[in-house]
């Protein structure tokens, strides 16, 4: 884009802004691994960034087209994206390239698709420890870097050591996909570090059976101890629950349930499998056991009180039925009627910012909720709060956390980070000073699952 143009409000999202997700095809731009495209490695690090720059730039201008690729994507937002103040700095990777396992769960591209599989354990295509050290070296990594690590299970990698010495120095978030079948300690020295660290796992079962049927390997009880020991040592763990047609029985949503509740995990996570459904642009059929499976997942985790979490891998037919029935539950009805409450104060507040901000933004927008009066960055310089022109970020203005002005009569905050541990600290601190309008990320997604209820409803979608 010109040089003029840079502050203007545009099309973009903050993952092609600022993201660089790396997949075995390539480089790419998008956290869906859909769109808009890739740049495949090329001779050396230094070449390969150079060119997913040149990229960077042609995919925004593209996506100011009528017919941009990024297109229906919930994330694809016009706004000012700033690019003269983050100087393009990177503030996500995700390592994802995918070769050595030791299981062979029956949903894993490494066990679908030919090609991978014959891969499997193997050098991988390209070397994404040197790609990211070169960023490094051109100075483009933000002080605020995420860094996901989900490629095959790092436990096993030969350039563990590697990764693990460029996390450490340079993630601020630090998140592991594992499988769990090895206990790691660098990965618990890392998770020790900091409560925004997090070890993700799918666990897709709650029998020794189911398991070994689903991830291809008889070590049920190993992972379960492995991820005790974790969970001990004070790992933010996340168990993920991939529903398939082979695991939907009554004893395997039992056993994850009391998985789940003996970890003391930090959310749990509903899916389907992504590999027809990741299209975020797809209608998916009605699956009635899917549908039965993901609704009792969620009534049991209420019940023993277990943060939950629904992705959109599910499907949306499907979603939409499991939004009707979950509406009927009286916790989500009391946090959308929590919500109605707090809609009536002067003031709306999103804390937190950054992309989990976006998502909610944009699933508050899709329900025609009242727009937040301001967001609340945790990154935002302190110079933005008493300033006269504040940024702006989807029409709202943008300051800095302003706890010490809160009025429970004229405003009302809601949270937007993830991290169920730091919503409660945030909370305690809230009420601590006599400040009680304020709902958690997880209260305001059960208050959003009883909106988009009513929603379909009106829309005639359950008919």
């Known amino acids: 884009m010109k040089k003029e143009d840079l502050n203007k409000a545009y099309w973009s999202c903050s993952y092609i802004e600022s993201g660089i997700t790396m997949q075995n095809v390539g480089l790419m731009f998008c956290c869906e691994r859909e769109n808009p495209g890739f740049v495949a490695p090329k001779e050396d690090p230094v070449s390969t960034i150079d060119a997913f720059l040149v990229m960077r730039e042609q995919v925004v201008e593209l996506n100011q087209q009528t017919d941009a690729p990024c297109k229906g994507c919930p994330l694809f937002q016009k706004r000012k994206w700033k690019k003269g103040v983050t100087e393009y700095k990177i503030d996500f990777i995700n390592f994802g390239v995918q070769s050595y396992c030791q299981f062979s769960c029956i949903y894993c591209g490494l066990q679908r698709n030919r090609g991978l599989k014959e891969g499997k354990n193997r050098p991988e295509p390209y070397d994404s420890i040197s790609i990211a050290k070169e960023l490094k070296n051109r100075n483009m990594l933000s002080e605020r870097l995420k860094i996901d690590y989900a490629a095959g299970e790092i436990a096993i990698h030969p350039k563990r050591k590697e990764y693990f010495e460029f996390i450490e120095e340079n993630a601020y978030i630090a998140t592991f996909s594992s499988n769990a079948g090895i206990y790691d300690d660098q990965v618990a020295r890392i998770l020790q570090k900091s409560k925004r660290n997090s070890l993700i796992v799918s666990i897709d079962a709650g029998t020794n059976d189911t398991f070994q049927f689903v991830r291809g390997v008889r070590a049920f009880k190993t992972v379960i101890a492995n991820l005790k020991k974790y969970s001990e040592q004070g790992a933010q763990i996340y168990l993920k629950y991939i529903i398939l047609n082979e695991n939907c029985g009554q004893d395997d949503v039992d056993g994850f ?76 009805r009391q946090c959308s009627a929590r919500l109605d409450v707090l809609l009536q104060t002067p003031n709306l507040i999103f804390y937190g910012a950054g992309k989990n901000c976006e998502v909610l933004l944009e699933t508050w927008n899709s329900l025609d909720l009242q727009k937040p009066a301001v967001i609340w960055d945790i990154a935002a310089p302190p110079s933005l709060q008493d300033s006269e022109t504040p940024d702006q970020d989807d029409g709202c203005p943008i300051h800095h ?63």
């Open 257 to 332: 349930i009391d998985i789940c509740n003996d970890i003391g995990i930090v959310e749990m996570s509903v899916s389907g499998d992504f590999t027809k459904t990741r299209d975020f642009k797809k209608e998916t059929f009605y699956e009635q056991n899917i549908v039965e499976t993901a609704v009792q997942l969620v009534q049991k985790a209420i019940q023993k009180e277990i943060p939950f979490r629904l992705i959109n891998y599910l499907g949306d037919a499907n979603l939409k039925k499991i939004y009707g029935e979950l509406y009927q539950l009286p916790k989500i």
């Open 401 to 463: 956390p302003n706890f010490e002005g809160l009025d429970n009569e004229e405003d009302a905050v809601f949270i937007t980070i993830t991290n169920g541990e730091v919503n409660k600290e945030i909370i305690a601190n809230m009420h601590k000073y006599g400040f009680d309008a304020v709902m958690s990320q997880y209260d305001v997604s059960l208050a959003l699952i009883a909106k988009q209820a009513l929603l379909n409803e009106k829309l005639g979608e359950y008919n």
